[in-house]
C-alpha cells in the first residue's frame, strides 16, 4: 500500500493512499481471478510482479499470441474468463489473434493491454508504442472498454467480467493506459469502488411455447440425431445432457470439441457414422453447435437430398436461421434448456424406430471395425494410424488426460482414431482450424486443472508455439509434446516446381530433432521411430509427469494435402509450370 500522503491542499492528514496497480489486482481478485497470463514489459512489468506478490498465478510466456490462446483456453475451461496481460501496440497486436480467436470461439476471455499516453496518441504525436488499440480491438471482441480513472477501474473490470460471460461468451479487450496505474486516491474510497460482479452469465430459460414445439418436432421424428458441439461441453451441464441423450434413445454426435461428453464409447455414440447419420437423418437437434463450414451449413450432399427439420439450442437467438430455417428455436443457457427438455419427455417417452438405430450401430460398428486393423501395425517409419493406435490406448489409460490437438493430418486422424471419455479433456484447433494453438492451451490446462496433459502435434504446428516449451520446463509443468514429424506440413515429399535450389514451400529440415529442443530446457527428450517405441516414451513422460518431448518420426509419404479438408483448397484453372 502506497504511504501516507498529507493533503497539500487542506493541510489536513489525508488517509492511506492506493493507486491503479493495486485497485485493478483487488478488483480481479475479489472476481476470482487467480491466474493471469501475460508478457511483462513497459507499462506493465510492474504489475505483474505485483500481482505475483498479491498472490496471483502470473504465467510469464515468451509470446503475447500463446499467453492469449492460454487465456482463452482457460476460459473455455473454468467458465470464468482467462485473463491475458500485454504491454502495448505490439503485444497488444500479439495479443489480438488471441482475442479474435476466443470470440470466434465463444471463449470467455480479456485482453489487457497497456497502452500509451491517450493526449499524444489522439493526437498522433508519436509515443512510445503509440497505437489507438481500442478502435483496433473493437471489431474483433464483444466489447471493448478503456478505463482512464482510478476510481473507474471496479466498474471497468465488472464490465469486462459480465460482457465475457453473460450471453455467448466472448473476448472482452480492456485498455489500461500506463497513467491509470500510477493513479492515487483515498485506500478507503478505492474499496468502496470495487465492484463484484453477481451473477455473470445468468441463467437464460427458454420459453414453455419455444420447448413444446421442440418436443413435438422430436416426437415425430422417425431418424432423429443430436449433435453436440464445445458449447454444451463449455455449458458443464454434462449430467443434464447424458440424462437427455439417454432418455431419448437418440443418436448423437459430437463435434470435436465435444468428444468425451458422453465416453466416446457409448452405444448411441455416431461419431463413427458420420456420413450416414448426417445424410439419413430426419430431424436433428443441435445443442450448442453451429451450423458453419465444419457441419457444411447445414445443407448440400453431405446432408441428403430430404429436407431436414431442425431443433437449436443456443443462447444467441441471432444463431437461429443463420444458415438455414429452424423448425424449432429453443433459445436459453444449455443447462436450463435441457431440463425443461428432460421435464417435458415425461417417463413414458419413445425411442427412436429400431430399424433406424440398428442401421447408425451398423455402419459404427462396421467402421470401427474397418480401422481397428490399421491401429495394429508397426510399421517404420510409422504411419498416423499406427502411431495413433498406440496414442489412442494410452489416452485410454489416462482418460483424466487432457488431450491437446492440432496439424492437419495429425488434427484430423488423432480427431476420429482417440475416444476420449471424459468431458472437456479435447482441445483442439477450434472454429478457424488455427495452427499455433498448442503449447499455450497445454499450459493452460495444466495450470487451470492440475491433469497431465498430452499434446499431440504436427511438426509444422507445433512450429507456430515451440517457444513455449521453455515456459512448459520453467514452470514445471506436466505436459508431454508428442511431435508428428513427416518433415512439413502435411508432407515431407513436395518437390520445388521450378528446380531452382530451395525447396518446396511445404517442406522443412529432413531429420529434425525437436526432442532436443526440450532437452535445451532441462525437459526430457525421446524418439521414437516405431510404434512400440513411442508407446515406451510416451508412457514414460507421463509417468515422470515433467515436461517432456517425444520426437515421432512419421512416414513423410503418409498424409494428404490439408488432411480431411483439402477439398477446401481454390484451384487453379491455369496450369502449373
Ligand atoms: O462416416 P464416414 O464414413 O464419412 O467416416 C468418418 C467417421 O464416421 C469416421 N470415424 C471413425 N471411424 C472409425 N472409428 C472411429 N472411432 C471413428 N470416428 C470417426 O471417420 C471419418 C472421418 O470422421 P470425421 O473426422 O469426424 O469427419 P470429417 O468428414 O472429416 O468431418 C468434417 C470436419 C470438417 C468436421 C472435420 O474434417 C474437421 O473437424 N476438420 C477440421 C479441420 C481443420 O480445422 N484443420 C486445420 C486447418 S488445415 C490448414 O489450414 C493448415 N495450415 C494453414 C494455417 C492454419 N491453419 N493456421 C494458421 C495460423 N496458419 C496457417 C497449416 C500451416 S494445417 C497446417 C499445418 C499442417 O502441417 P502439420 O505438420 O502440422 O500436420 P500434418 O498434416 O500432420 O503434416
Ligand atoms: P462446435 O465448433 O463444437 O460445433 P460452435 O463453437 O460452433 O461449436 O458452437 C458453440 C455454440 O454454443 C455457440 O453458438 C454459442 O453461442 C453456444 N453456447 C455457448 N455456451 C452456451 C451456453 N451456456 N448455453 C447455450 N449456448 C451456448
Ligand atoms: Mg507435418
Avoid at 481478485?29 to 511483462?40: A, C
Avoid at 483496433?136 to 471496479?154: M, S, T, V, W, Y
Avoid at 458449447?231 to 443434464?240: E, K, L, M, T, V
Avoid at 521411430?529 to 514414460?540: I, Q
Amino acid at each position: 500500500m502506497p504511504d501516507i500522503a498529507p493533503d497539500t491542499e487542506t493541510h489536513e492528514e489525508a488517509g492511506p493512499l492506493t493507486d491503479g496497480f493495486h485497485l485493478l489486482i483487488d478488483a480481479l481478485k475479489l472476481n476470482e481471478v487467480e491466474n493471469v497470463y501475460m508478457v511483462p514489459g513497459i507499462p506493465v512489468t510492474d504489475l505483474g510482479r505485483m500481482m505475483q506478490s498479491e498472490g496471483m498465478r502470473v504465467l510469464s510466456f515468451r509470446h503475447e499470441q500463446h499467453a492469449g490462446y492460454a487465456a482463452a483456453i482457460a476460459g473455455y475451461l473454468t467458465k470464468k474468463p482467462g485473463v491475458c496481460l500485454t504491454v502495448s501496440a505490439p503485444g497488444f497486436l500479439n495479443g489480438l489473434t488471441a482475442l479474435a480467436h476466443a470470440t470466434t470461439n465463444c471463449y470467455p476471455m480479456i485482453l489487457m493491454s497497456g497502452s500509451s499516453e491517450r493526449e499524444i496518441i489522439d493526437l498522433m504525436q508519436g509515443d512510445y508504442e503509440e497505437m489507438d488499440q481500442l478502435a483496433i480491438a473493437k471489431p474483433l471482441c464483444k466489447a471493448a472498454f478503456r478505463i482512464n480513472h482510478a476510481e473507474d477501474i471496479g466498474i471497468g473490470v465488472a464490465r469486462a467480467i459480465r460482457a465475457a460471460l453473460s450471453g455467448r461468451p466472448g473476448g472482452v479487450y480492456l485498455d489500461i493506459p500506463g497513467a491509470l496505474l500510477g493513479q492515487t486516491m483515498d485506500a478507503a474510497a478505492g474499496e468502496k469502488s470495487l465492484v463484484k460482479v453477481i451473477d455473470p452469465a445468468p441463467a437464460q430459460l427458454p420459453g414453455p411455447n419455444a420447448v413444446t414445439r421442440a418436443l413435438n418436432v422430436l416426437k415425430n421424428a422417425e431418424r432423429p440425431l443430436i449433435i453436440l458441439g464445445k458449447g454444451a461441453a463449455y455449458a458443464q451441464a454434462d449430467d443434464a445432457i447424458k440424462a437427455l441423450v439417454e432418455k431419448s434413445g437418440m443418436p448423437y454426435l459430437p463435434m470435436s470439441m465435444a468428444k468425451g461428453l458422453l465416453p466416446d464409447d457409448h452405444p448411441q455414440s455416431a461419431g463413427a457414422a458420420r456420413s450416414l447419420v448426417l445424410k439419413e437423418s430426419d430431424t436433428v437437434m443441435l445443442i450448442g453447435a453451429r451450423l458453419n463450414w465444419l457441419l457444411s451449413h447445414g445443407k448440400g450432399k453431405q446432408w441428403g437430398s430430404e429436407p431436414k427439420k431442425f431443433i437449436h439450442i443456443d443462447i444467441e437467438p441471432k444463431e437461429m436461421d443463420s444458415n438455414i430455417e429452424i423448425a424449432a428455436p429453443l433459445v436459453g443457457d444449455i443447462g436450463s434448456c435441457v431440463h425443461a427438455l428432460l421435464d417435458g419427455m415425461g417417463d413414458d417417452w419413445a425411442h427412436p424406430p429400431a430399424s433406424w438405430v440398428d442401421a447408425v450401430k451398423t455402419k459404427r460398428d462396421t467402421n470401427v471395425e474397418r480401422m481397428a486393423p490399421k491401429l495394429q501395425n508397426n510399421n517404420v517409419p510409422m504411419d498416423y494410424h499406427g502411431a495413433l493406435g498406440v496414442l489412442k490406448g494410452i489416452v485410454a489409460d489416462r482418460p483424466d488426460a487432457i488431450l491437446v490437438n492440432e496439424g492437419a493430418n495429425t488434427l484430423d486422424f488423432a480427431r476420429s482414431i482417440i475416444d476420449m471419455h471424459k468431458p472437456r479433456k479435447r482441445l483442439d484447433v477450434g472454429t478457424w482450424g488455427v495452427m499455433g494453438i498448442g503449447m499455450g492451451q497445454a499450459i493452460a490446462a495444466a495450470v487451470e486443472t492440475d491433469n497431465p496433459v498430452l499434446c499431440i502435434e504436427g511438426d509444422s504446428a507445433f512450429g507456430f508455439s515451440g517457444m513455449e516449451i521453455e515456459t512448459i520446463c520453467r514452470y514445471k509443468l506436466p505436459v508431454c509434446v508428442v511431435v508428428f514429424n513427416n518433415s512439413g506440413i502435411y508432407r515431407g515429399t513436395d518437390v520445388n516446381p521450378s528446380g531452382g535450389d530451395d525447396v518446396a514451400t511445404t517442406v522443412f529440415v529432413k531429420d529434425a530433432r525437436y526432442d532436443k529442443m526440450m532437452e535445451a530446457f532441462g525437459g526430457l527428450g525421446f524418439i521414437a521411430t516405431s510404434p512400440d517405441e513411442l508407446k515406451r516414451a510416451v508412457n514414460e513422460a507421463m509417468d515422470a509427469g515433467r515436461p517432456a518431448l517425444v520426437n515421432a518420426v512419421i512416414d513423410e509419404q503418409a498424409g494428404t494435402e490439408s488432411g480431411r479438408i483439402g477439398n477446401l483448397n481454390p484451384q487453379s484453372v491455369v496450369a502449373q509450370k
